[in-house]
């Protein structure tokens, strides 16, 4: 079945430091990626998106680029706050009809000023 | 944005009690909504899809007749953890999609903490 696997956290960086939360995959046929975030207290929120292969996903100056060759969405951002610290999940959604996600594990991330 | 809510935050029962956990679209009718349970440094792990006025779908492996759902309304989703023991300590996430949205538009609650002692 499809599965999404993500480095473990906690990753601690300084503020202003350059961001890779890695992220690969196993599914059948072309699964829909997905970062989400989950800042403390809140629920999870869509960060991005990618629906096919080379589409790179992008909000709030993270990106992550569908990477079928190596089932990969690695999550980067090249200067990271103090306020992008929560939790990241990659999730999947698989090619047939069910809605439901996958989740990775999650990865902490904590920013130090 | 889209609300979704979730109450309690965080609950304590006796083994052999039943907990009930809702789950409330604030500010939009979502005919899905799912629930995840989440175990320490895990991922969050698909437990039921429920569709509103028609039965849920279980996964595999999770006890339907435990984990009873019901989906009463366009806003409002239930779990009731029947006869809980220790090992159904937790986290459950629901989370609601929007009956006219695009595909990929899934809103997430902020979770219960069930403690079972």
């Known amino acids: 079945g499809d599965s999404v696997t993500q480095m473990e956290g906690p990753v601690t960086l300084s503020e202003e430091a350059f961001l890779t939360i890695n992220c690969t995959y196993t599914a059948t046929g072309y699964p829909s990626l997905f970062w989400y975030v989950q800042y403390p207290g809140e629920g999870l929120q869509l960060l991005l998106k990618?629906?096919?292969?080379?589409d790179k996903g992008s909000n709030k100056g993270f990106e992550a680029t569908y990477r079928k060759e190596t089932t990969s969405f690695h999550l980067e951002k090249g200067s990271v706050q103090v306020s992008d610290s929560a939790v990241y999940f990659c999730a999947l959604k698989g090619w047939t009809g069910r809605r439901a996600l996958t989740f990775g594990s999650g990865t902490r991330l904590q920013v130090q000023p | 944005g889209a609300v979704v809510s979730q109450h309690p935050s965080w609950v304590i029962c006796k083994s052999g009690t039943s907990v009930k956990i809702e789950c409330r679209s604030l500010d939009f009718q979502a005919t899905t909504m799912f629930w995840y349970r989440q175990f320490p440094k895990q991922s969050l792990m698909l437990m039921a899809t429920s569709n509103e006025g028609s039965k849920a779908t279980y996964e595999q492996g999770v006890e339907k007749d435990k984990f009873l759902i019901n989906h009463a309304s366009l806003t409002l989703s239930t779990l009731t953890v029947t006869s809980a023991h220790p090992e159904d300590s937790s986290f459950y996430i629901c989370?609601?999609?929007?009956?006219?949205?695009?595909?990929?538009?899934?809103?997430f609650g902020p979770g219960t903490r069930l403690t079972v002692t």
């Open positions: 990618a629906t096919k292969a080379d």
């Open positions: 989370s609601a999609r929007p009956g006219l949205a695009g595909e990929y538009e899934q809103y």
